[in-house]
């Protein structure tokens, strides 16, 4: 489903530095994958360099999905051909409802102009599997909304778009077991045996009973290290000293 | 968004009438206004005011402060142009190719629906003008100004420049030497009018100027709420328009004064409007700038009794080649008073937003209270967004708060967006609706409409 090969990237704003240094990375239908690593190691740049985030450059390989080449790619194609990305720090739109954005979310995803009777109905049906009140939908997106109310909306966004691939940017990254519990019925709701997810993490908390099929190190922009669960209980324990590395 | 882009007819604001002018008259001269007041056959006080105006205007210098207006060559405009039309009371009497134009602004439809009256002027006189038999009966009073002067002259005289002198400015003194046009309302002591009235000017005949006359008195313990409409085809001459507006709100007594405003790119907006405020009365401006290449407008309140209050919402959008300089004027004189502004602009495609706020607290004014909000938005990094804040305080028991924003659209949201399937100008479409929906909401139903359809069309870039 997805290939990355060989993947180099440096920062728009520092052309000195490879941020990712020939990454490679393979993600089948219907897989789980992990990528822990330290701070600075790369992992948000992974994200947002699928994405092609403006931000970061491309220098050397190519990022493969379903079959076409999409290294460059823009934004809103990519996320067309159904790859979502949830954010560490979602944006918050003023003055934009929640249920406004979520009837122009699917008309730019769809193309289409919504049915508003169809589209509410599924909005509040995804908002039930996550627990949510149906009164968001009047307030303003994001606006005001506590570190776990976001990366709730992040997690029905995912359900509402429903992508082949979702890479959640460590989503749990700062929440409490409360708002873990919801990132974690999000990935519940979402994840089928077609789909595919890539988590970043920090910690095993997220990844606590769900079905992981790789867990990846990633060092200085490269994948240093591969292995089951285990690898990431490993880590959680002891860190990554292994890898000659503090953090 | 993409759906809603594509209903938008941008042919209305490109509709040109031709063969509707039956006078016109260019450049100015007393021979000029002599002229025009005879083919209105005024009153001689209205010829000698309109002379001494025209003496103020050829004393009067340009302000020494804002966007330059040295491009203006008063002898190059039309300074009246009369259409083949009467004032008509029915919307049939109308001819076809006036009324094409206010049909494809939805003018008759909107009265139908929702106004309790519609002016509509077309360059300099009004070709329509209708009341609700329902209001009439009360006493109240909608009328074209040239005919409130020769109909109800005590009223004209007590009111009549009372709120605006002639010779506030260099611009409000063209404007008295040439004024044509406007509407007249009077709202009798504790009548609620439910519906809005409306005037509607458009400004048809190129290079033309457009000085209307608003002239609202809302006496004792009566509410109205008044919208004006303006727009004008794109020719490449200097249009202008140097309208005036004078409203009187009496104690107990309310206005909404709503404006939308998309006149063409070659139009300078010189518009001065004024409102004197009584005791325990309000007055609301609503005002959305759209259109023109340069604005100055700076609605003035006077709030001379106690617990008089006032509130601005406003809302510009300034793109390529526009210098909209807006804001507001207030004087605080009486206990109690208050006032409210949030402001919001946009600029885009180098357009400059100047925003303006002169807030005079006067020695009487113990109590008073002011609360400024101002944001805006820049579209990208050659545009232009300024706050100019004057305020002068005499009095110590008053309470003054003020917040200002200054914002651009940050990268990261804009990825965020596109990582959701939107497009740029998606992106860009829905922050800027987003922000602009404080002030939208304050609009009636229709003009809000109306507004969304404003920001669109600016940002797609399809006026202009």
Request: charged residues 25%; negative net charge; hydrophobic residues 35%.
């Amino acid at each position: 489903m997805l290939q990355i090969n060989n993947l180099y990237t440096i920062a728009e704003d520092d052309h000195n530095k490879h941020i990712l240094n020939g990454l490679n990375l393979n993600i089948n239908p219907g897989e789980i994958h992990v990528i822990m690593g330290p701070n600075g190691s790369g992992k948000s740049t992974l994200a947002n360099t699928i994405l092609n985030n403006k931000r970061y450059i491309k220098t050397e390989g190519n990022i493969i999905f379903d079959g076409d080449d999409i290294t460059n790619l823009s934004t809103d194609k990519i996320a067309k051909k159904g790859i979502f990305m949830s954010f560490q720090t979602p944006i918050e739109i003023p003055g934009i409802t929640v249920a406004h954005y979520m009837k122009s979310l699917k008309e730019s995803m769809t193309g289409e102009k919504a049915n508003i009777y169809k589209l509410s109905k599924e909005v509040e049906e995804n908002m039930a599997k996550l627990n949510m009140d149906k009164s968001y939908n009047s307030r303003e997106f994001n606006a005001g909304f506590s570190g776990g109310e976001k990366k709730k909306m992040e997690m029905l966004q995912l359900l509402m778009i429903n992508p082949k691939l979702a890479i959640l940017d460590e989503t749990d990254s700062g929440l409490d077991v409360d708002a873990i519990k919801t990132v974690k019925e999000g990935i519940k709701a979402y994840k089928n045996d077609t789909n595919a997810l890539l988590i970043i993490t920090h910690s095993m908390k997220i990844l606590d009973g769900l079905d992981v099929d790789k867990v990846h190190v990633l060092i200085d922009g490269k994948i240093v290290d591969e292995g089951d669960i285990t690898l990431a209980e490993k880590i959680d324990k002891e860190g990554y000293k292994e890898y000659n590395h503090e953090d | 968004m993409k759906t809603r882009v594509e209903e938008i007819d941008t042919n209305i604001y490109e509709l040109k009438s031709t063969n509707t002018t039956l006078k016109k008259s260019i450049g100015l001269s007393p021979d000029i206004i002599k002229e025009i007041s005879k083919e209105k056959e005024e009153p001689e006080w209205v010829l000698d005011l309109r002379l001494k105006a025209l003496d103020y205007f050829n004393k009067l210098d340009n302000p020494n402060w804002g966007p330059d207006l040295s491009m203006l060559n008063i002898d190059e405009i039309a300074t009246y142009v009369k259409p083949k039309v009467d004032n008509k009371r029915t919307w049939e009497e109308v001819p076809d190719d006036i009324k094409n134009i206010f049909d494809k602004l939805g003018i008759p439809e909107d009265e139908k629906k929702s106004l309790a009256g519609v002016g509509a002027q077309f360059d300099s006189e009004v070709v329509y003008h209708n009341i609700q038999d329902s209001l009439t009966k009360q006493g109240v009073i909608y009328v074209n100004f040239d005919v409130a002067i020769k109909e109800y002259p005590e009223l004209i005289k007590e009111y009549f420049t009372k709120a605006v002198p002639i010779m506030d400015h260099k611009y409000i003194a063209l404007h008295y030497a040439l004024f044509s046009g406007g509407s007249f309302v009077y709202i009798p002591k504790g009548v609620h009018v439910d519906f809005p009235l409306q005037s509607y000017f458009r400004l048809n005949e190129k290079g033309a100027g457009q000085f209307e006359h608003t002239l609202i008195i809302v006496d004792e313990g009566a509410t109205l709420e008044f919208i004006e409409g303006c727009s004008a085809p794109g020719y490449n001459e200097l249009n202008l328009h140097a309208g005036c507006v004078e409203l009187f709100v009496k104690k107990n007594a309310k206005l909404t004064f709503n404006t939308i405003e998309n006149w063409s790119r070659n139009m300078l907006n010189l518009n001065t409007k004024k409102c004197i405020v009584e005791e325990n009365a309000s007055i609301d401006w609503v005002m959305g700038s759209f259109g023109s290449k340069i604005s100055m407008l700076y609605p003035m309140s006077i709030l001379n009794g106690e617990n008089a209050s006032c509130s601005y919402t406003l809302i510009s959008f300034a793109g390529n080649g526009q210098n909209l300089d807006t804001g507001l004027k207030v004087i605080h004189n009486a206990p109690n008073t208050k006032t409210i502004v949030d402001n919001r602009s946009i600029s885009k495609d180098g357009g400059i937003c100047t925003f303006r706020s002169n807030v005079h607290i006067g020695k009487k004014a113990d109590n008073s209270k002011v609360s400024l909000s101002c944001s805006s938005l820049m579209l990208d990094s050659i545009s232009k967004s300024d706050t100019i804040l004057v305020n002068t305080i005499e009095n110590e028991s008053v309470e003054f708060s003020h917040e200002a924003s200054v914002g651009k659209i940050s990268d990261q949201v804009i990825f965020y967006l596109m990582s959701r399937g939107y497009s740029e100008e998606e992106a860009k479409g829905l922050i800027v609706r987003g922000f602009a929906e404080p002030i939208a909401k304050n609009f009636p139903v229709e003009y809000a409409v109306e507004m969304n359809r404003l920001i669109n069309m600016e940002l797609e870039g399809t006026i202009g």
